[in-house]
């Protein structure tokens, strides 16, 4: 949290007395959060009420209780009308800017400025001959608090692949280098991603043969690509195995592996998946251990060193057994609710835009289960599940944003209802435009109706803050290709709007925009044409004069009483 909200806690906590005697300090109507205690019903607390609990310890049985009631605290506080968001810092980058945990990467992650404070500061800058090469991705890595680990896995630390296929797990605070493992002279690795959130990770490499392959009618094997497999806590490897066209199938493009599901891509729009932890015990042929001592194909070598590398340790030979496939338009589909359902897009260019909601367990379609927005955009809506795991499906166009819920009706089946919808006002009646002749004669003609996406409020961004429970929505108005935007938080229980900010300067719509909002931080990046970023980062502030009740400095008068005897 940074310094400006500490300091707006601390002299809320010195006018809690005065509040509670002159009245006490709410924030109903302007988004107060329902506090929950254990064992009592969810109320509305005002902020006064929130920090007599904390200095009291009320409710606080738990580190995660006292965490949620500071949550209360600034959720309420960022909520209020006197507070606003200011843009205090400004950085320009000709390489791309990365964002974790309060902290924003700058040159290939040599320079680094921690947000938590009223401006970014400088947290460390390494020199340019630094051992750190250009990194292609990476993870940013915390600890879980369920394992005992070595005193350097208990630092958050980033995990980094190089364009030299090394694999680099580094310091997220001073950006010393904690391991260095080398993966393969034959693959090139470029992808990393989460296989479970900071438990397992995977590696992908591009799609190239290998050089040393040869090139005969008799040999039938057709590697598509490779994929390696880590678990974080500590970096252990788990294996290394090639995606063979020959068992897989032909038509198979890409490869992806999400919660222990190994999910392949096909030609055709066929996506299939398979059991990753039952293909890892059954064809891993040998255990490897990172800096271990290795034998393999005669050559004898230290398993993720630069000679020797990572050999494939998981080789399949048969089909693995399948879970479920279905067809889409593009591969895409996204798994989610409960029960579990899936979202795809029919094969066929005339269902672009459409989206149905099927069944896991039987493939049916749910009852109210095509999703499709009536609009006259040019770009396609999308859908997706709620991250907070609630069941819900948001689906968004540039003009209006529906947050639908999945149930389950009486005789088994599911429905799906919408819950609340947030709209950027348009006008259903398209306006007139009106022109003047050479003669001076009015001419009025009407907006095109792709023209209405083009000139009127949409919508380019939604995402979701779990810590304070907002929905985020990025509002752009009056831009052919830059205009002037407002991010809107919403409450995630009911849509209400409970606050504007606007941003200073244009947004492009042109270029790739990431916003993200932590906390009283927002972090908005741009990638101009030319590939250059400008970063922008916005704090909370407050005007303590205008929210709080004044206390006047002059000495309480002394009243006496009167006794009556009578």
């Not at 927005?373 to 709620?386: A, P, R």
């Not at 909370?540 to 006496?560: D, F, G, M, W």
């Amino acid at each position: 949290m940074s310094g400006s909200v500490v300091t707006i806690l601390c002299k809320l906590e010195q006018m809690t007395l005065e509040c509670s005697t002159r009245g006490s300090f709410s924030t109903q109507g302007l988004g107060a959060w329902r506090c929950f205690a254990p064992g009592r019903r969810p109320k509305r607390c005002s902020v006064c009420t929130l920090l007599k609990f904390r200095a009291l310890g009320v409710g606080h049985c738990t580190p995660g209780e006292v965490q949620r009631f500071d949550f209360c605290l600034l959720r309420q506080m960022l909520c209020l009308e006197s507070n606003t968001f200011k843009r205090v810092w400004v950085k320009n980058s000709k390489t791309p800017v990365f964002y974790g945990r309060g902290r924003v990467y700058f040159d290939n992650y040599t320079l680094c400025y921690s947000c938590h404070g009223a401006i970014p500061k400088l947290l460390y800058k390494l020199p340019a001959h630094a051992a750190l090469e250009k990194i292609e991705d990476a993870l940013f890595c915390e600890t879980p608090v369920y394992q005992v680990l070595s005193p350097s896995d208990y630092r958050p630390s980033i995990v980094g692949l190089t364009s030299s296929n090394f694999l680099l797990r580094f310091d997220a605070d001073t950006g010393q280098i904690l391991e260095k493992i080398f993966l393969s002279h034959v693959y090139k690795f470029k992808q990393i991603s989460w296989i479970s959130e900071q438990e397992t990770l995977m590696l992908k490499s591009i799609r190239s043969k290998p050089p040393d392959q040869p090139r005969t009618i008799n040999f039938r094997r057709r590697i598509l690509l490779q994929l390696a497999f880590f678990t974080v806590f500590p970096l252990q490897l788990i294996g290394m195995m090639e995606i063979d066209q020959q068992i897989f199938g032909s038509t198979v493009t890409d490869v992806t592996v999400s919660e222990n599901i190994l999910i392949t891509l096909h030609s055709n729009g066929t996506v299939k998946f398979y059991n990753l932890e039952e293909i890892v015990n059954k064809y891993k042929v040998k255990e490897l251990s990172l800096g271990g001592q290795c034998e393999w194909d005669g050559k004898h070598g230290i398993v993720g060193s630069k000679a020797f590398g990572i050999p494939c340790n998981i080789q399949v030979t048969a089909h693995p057994s399948l879970l479920f496939e279905a067809k889409c338009h593009l591969n895409e589909m996204s798994i989610g609710g409960f029960p579990w359902h899936y979202i795809i897009t029919p094969s066929g260019s005339k269902n672009r835009g459409v989206f149905h909601v099927h069944s896991l367990e039987d493939g049916t379609l749910a009852h109210g289960g095509v999703l499709n927005m009536d609009g006259c955009f040019l770009e396609d809506d999308w859908v997706m599940f709620h991250p907070d795991n609630s069941s819900r499906i948001c689906q968004v166009s540039l003009g209006r944003f529906d947050m639908l819920r999945l149930s389950t009706l009486k005789n088994g089946k599911t429905s799906l209802h919408r819950e609340f919808s947030v709209s950027t006002k348009q006008d259903e009646r398209p306006e007139l435009a009106t022109a003047t002749s050479s003669y001076g004669r009015l001419i009025k003609k009407r907006f095109s109706q792709f023209d209405v996406g083009l000139q009127r409020k949409t919508i380019q961004l939604v995402d979701y803050e779990d810590e304070l429970d907002l929905i985020i929505v990025a509002v752009v108005s009056d831009a052919e290709s830059s205009g002037d935007a407002v991010i809107h938080l919403h409450d995630n229980s009911t849509g209400q709007r409970l606050k504007s900010i606007p941003l200073q300067g244009p947004w492009d719509v042109t270029v790739d925009q990431h916003l993200y909002v932590d906390q009283d931080t927002i972090i908005h990046m741009t990638q101009s044409v030319n590939r250059k970023t400008i970063c922008q980062v916005y704090k909370l502030t407050q005007t303590l004069k205008e929210s709080l009740p004044r206390i006047s400095s002059q000495p309480h008068r002394r009243v006496k009483m009167r006794l009556d005897n009578g």
